[in-house]
């Protein structure tokens, strides 16, 4: 178990599952990453065992489902995936993000046609946001769904494109985010979300290059006069969809700020044990008043997200808005990864730059929280707004 692993107030179920899966990824998982990793290779035996574990369906509660825990479980296994590859983490992030979309917001239909499904990952999803000229300004995507009808059948024709959508190639349902009234004001009620499956009209492009995130491929998604029909909708009525995809990425976010956790995690398990090996000028390099301070501080920063990282996870299980928590959560783990992760290759010194150790590949991972899922930027205008909002002086 990692030097970090963290007491959680989890019940005993839920604490075996977490620690199943932290024994899975010291067995199965840190043996073969460096090459997986390193190859930029899917690694589709991992994935496999994920979905024997029922990890695609830990968002997904009865009758749909039959392993679905709380937020702060969730976090806790995102967090021990995540120490052993990030890019597995990622693998099933947007996938929970529309089964609570879908639990939440969906019609019976469609609950009943991709939940069970869903829950076993025999049929996996993702999301669609981010367009090329867009970044994190949701309300001024570009990807236009039109009523119509074709050969008898009421629905959709859509026109856009969207880029670094993770999973997408091997998603078979994208939750994609269009309008569907351009011309409405406010911008974000002409929004709305529809469950696009692999049909004609819609395009997965090229694998784009990346510094990190390895083996988990993200696209660009183009669609041309893509029809779906009427009950692709998400809910069964327009205009909620920038709502809807607002109050689905609390758990996203959640979900990120833990990846940066775990990536933390093992950068400062590593220091630590390089740390306790290496010796120089007689004595243990941990000892040196400059290498024992970093480690101290990675420590207490990593324990400090993760008790904010919890409390968000509660906030969100309570059933209250958690986006100004999620949002806390996701800005300081992440940038608390990124120092982590560079204190690590500080006390690893030449060995940090080197391929052959791991240090490097979580640096490389940390920068992706840091912009995905909502820059942190972002985050801090949800912050603000939420301080404004609720403020009893208000």
């Not at 995540?82 to 693998?91: H, P, Q, T, V």
Request: negative net charge; glycine residues 10%; hydrophobic residues 40%.
């Amino acid at each position: 178990m990692s030097a970090l692993a963290a007491m959680t107030g989890l019940s005993d179920e839920e604490s075996a599952i977490v620690d199943v899966v932290a024994e899975w990824v010291d067995r199965e998982v840190r043996p073969v990453v460096r090459d997986l990793e390193h190859g930029d290779t899917y690694p589709a035996d991992l994935i496999d065992q994920m979905k024997q574990m029922g990890v695609y369906g830990l968002a997904i509660p009865e009758p749909w489902g039959e392993s679905v825990v709380s937020a702060r479980c969730y976090a806790r296994i995102t967090e021990e995936i995540a120490r052993g590859w990030m890019s597995l983490a990622g693998a099933f992030g947007g996938h929970s993000v529309v089964s609570k979309l879908l639990v939440r917001f969906g019609t019976d239909a469609q609950r009943e046609r991709y939940l069970p499904a869903m829950s076993t990952g025999a049929v996996r999803a993702t999301m669609a946001l981010t367009e090329p000229d867009g970044g994190s300004d949701l309300q001024s995507i570009r990807t236009v769904a039109k009523p119509t009808t074709r050969d008898g059948v009421d629905g959709y024709v859509i026109n856009g494109s969207k880029t670094w959508i993770t999973n997408s190639r091997m998603s078979d349902v994208v939750a994609l985010l269009c309008k569907t009234d351009p011309d409405v004001e406010p911008r974000h009620r002409g929004i709305s979300i529809l469950l696009v499956e692999k049909v004609p009209g819609f395009t997965v492009g090229r694998n784009l290059p990346k510094l990190g995130y390895r083996g988990v491929e993200s696209c660009e998604l183009s669609f041309d006069d893509c029809f779906v029909p009427a009950d692709a909708l998400l809910g069964g009525t327009e205009g909620h969809g920038f709502t809807q995809m607002m109050g689905g990425l609390e758990i996203g976010r959640i979900q990120v700020a833990a990846r940066a956790i775990g990536v933390a995690r093992a950068a400062f398990d590593d220091a630590l044990a390089y740390a306790r090996e290496r010796t120089t000028f007689g004595k243990p390099i941990w000892q040196h008043q400059s290498v024992g301070n970093l480690l101290a501080d990675m420590a207490t920063r990593i324990t400090a997200a993760q008790q904010l990282n919890y409390h968000a996870a509660d906030r969100f299980d309570s059933g209250a808005r958690a986006d100004m928590e999620a949002g806390m959560a996701k800005l300081f783990c992440s940038e608390m990864a990124a120092d982590v992760t560079l204190d690590a290759i500080r006390i690893h010194g030449g060995h940090g730059y080197s391929t052959e150790y791991d240090v490097e590949r979580y640096y490389r991972d940390a920068p992706l929280m840091i912009v995905g899922e909502g820059t942190n930027e972002i985050q801090r205008n949800v912050i603000a707004r939420q301080l404004v909002e609720r403020d009893p002086r208000a």
